[in-house]
């Protein structure tokens, strides 16, 4: 079984910046690839970023798209996503999930079979 910590969420003002890690633990890790999906208050869970594995290559929400940088450590098994230009907007509580195969969209959580358990971000106005 896959196990993912995410870590990095805090509190930041807005125009602030913040880094999110996420470990995947696994003696035979071989996911695909790796997302974020953040969850607002009374909102459903939205696809954020997306980063293949094998090659780095990486896809963004229109909402970050600029602001935002995943980034991959392969050695550690390692995503890391810088949040740069946050907004208020931008608070919700962070996830980041393993992609074992790839049967569709990147932006679909049923994409996603092994989560994180969460880290809070919370950017002030």
């Known amino acids: 079984q896959v196990q993912l910590v995410e870590s990095g969420g805090g509190l930041v003002q807005a125009g602030g910046s913040l880094r999110l890690s996420c470990v995947v633990s696994r003696d035979t890790f071989s996911a695909v690839g790796m997302a974020w999906f953040r969850q607002g208050p009374g909102k459903e869970r939205e696809f954020v970023a997306y980063i293949s594995w094998k090659r780095g290559l990486t896809s963004y929400a229109d909402s970050v798209r600029g602001r935002f940088t995943f980034s991959r450590d392969n050695a550690k098994s390692t995503g890391y996503l810088q949040m740069n230009s946050l907004k208020p907007e931008d608070t919700a509580v962070y996830y980041c999930?393993?992609?074992?195969?790839?049967?569709?969209?990147?932006?679909?959580?049923?994409?996603?079979?092994?989560w994180g358990q969460g880290t809070q971000v919370t950017v002030s106005s």
């Open positions: 999930a393993a992609r074992a195969q790839i049967r569709g969209s990147v932006s679909s959580t049923d994409e996603y079979a092994d």
